[in-house]
């Protein structure tokens, strides 16, 4: 039998394990998740990963975070996490500044205008999480969140 993936992605053999299939159904579905949430931030001009930088920076406070910090909690690894910045600095969402105690350590910290955004997206994010996603009710929730918990506990 033929399973809605391998048709999906014109699969003609069988999968070589039920891990691979597992592994290949995860990757197929952050694809289209991402690509839902992607369609909710177009409006605003944010990338996701953008969008994660904001709501870390919200989270932290006033005191904002260290650079490493900030990559440190993200939700997907971004190895240039200085340009993202950049990004979000040019267009007035970030401040940077320089801690007085150590020259080195850079503290950036989310803005009026970023905290204005996010205001603006948690509504249509809410919406759209629930959109795709709620249909599985709270139980299956809940054991999705533990499964893939227990698989990234397991990965390293």
Not at 45 to 70: D, H, K, M, S
Not at 71 to 95: K, N, Q, Y
Not at 123 to 142: F, N, S
């Amino acid at each position: 039998m033929v399973q809605k993936l391998q048709a999906e992605i014109k699969q003609r053999k069988a999968f070589t394990s039920m891990e691979a299939e597992v592994y290949l159904n995860l990757l197929r579905t952050a694809d289209v998740l991402a690509g839902g949430l992607e369609e909710v931030l177009k409006p605003y001009g944010l990338t996701a990963t953008q969008y994660n930088v904001l709501r870390i920076l919200r989270g932290a406070g006033p005191g904002g975070l260290a650079c490493g910090e900030v990559g440190g909690r993200m939700v997907t690894h971004d190895p240039d996490i200085t340009r993202l910045l950049d990004r979000l600095e040019a267009r007035g969402l970030v401040a940077r500044s320089r801690v007085k105690k150590d020259r080195r350590v850079v503290t950036t910290r989310i803005t009026q205008a970023g905290l204005d955004i996010l205001k603006k997206l948690d509504r249509p994010a809410a919406r759209w999480h629930r959109r795709a996603l709620g249909h599985l009710g709270q139980a299956r929730l809940r054991a999705l969140v533990e499964l893939l918990e227990a698989a990234r506990e397991s990965s390293g």
